[in-house]
């Protein structure tokens, strides 16, 4: 049974910073792509950033960009999201995932694998 521990959430305020940590355990999966998303209150699951694990290779949805950094771990199947300058437009429970797929993969359809969720809250 493959799955997915987050944990690095909680309340910050605006200009703060949180790291994100992501472990997969269980059966003999091993993540070709990992990728985080989030869910603001009210709205539909959205792309954060993804890394593919072979190369290195990471992608970000433009708000985020300079201001969030993905990351593997030296352990298979580990990532962490470091996030910086916070704004209160992050608030949102953040979902890491895993896909046997390896690219740029910014769909929810594209990730085989989910975690539990945490909270991130950021206020003004």
């Known amino acids: 049974q493959v799955q997915l521990d987050e944990s690095g959430g909680g309340s910050v305020q605006a200009g703060g910073s949180l790291r994100l940590s992501c472990v997969v355990s269980?059966?003999?999966?091993?993540?070709?792509?990992m990728g985080w998303f989030r869910q603001p209150p009210g709205k539909e699951r959205e792309f954060v950033s993804a890394?593919?694990?072979?190369?290195?290779?990471?992608s970000y949805e433009d708000s985020v960009k300079g201001r969030f950094t993905i990351s593997r771990g030296n352990s298979k199947n580990t990532a962490y999201l470091h996030m910086s300058s916070l704004i209160p437009e992050d608030t949102a429970v953040y979902y890491c995932?895993?896909?046997?797929?390896?690219?740029?993969?910014?769909?929810?359809?594209?990730?085989?694998?989910w975690g539990q969720g945490t909270q991130v809250t950021v206020s003004s």
């Open positions: 995932a895993a896909s046997y797929y390896s690219g740029s993969l910014y769909e929810v359809t594209d990730y085989h694998y």
């Open positions: 269980g059966g003999t999966f091993s993540a070709r792509t």
């Open positions: 890394i593919v694990f072979s190369s290195g290779s990471t």
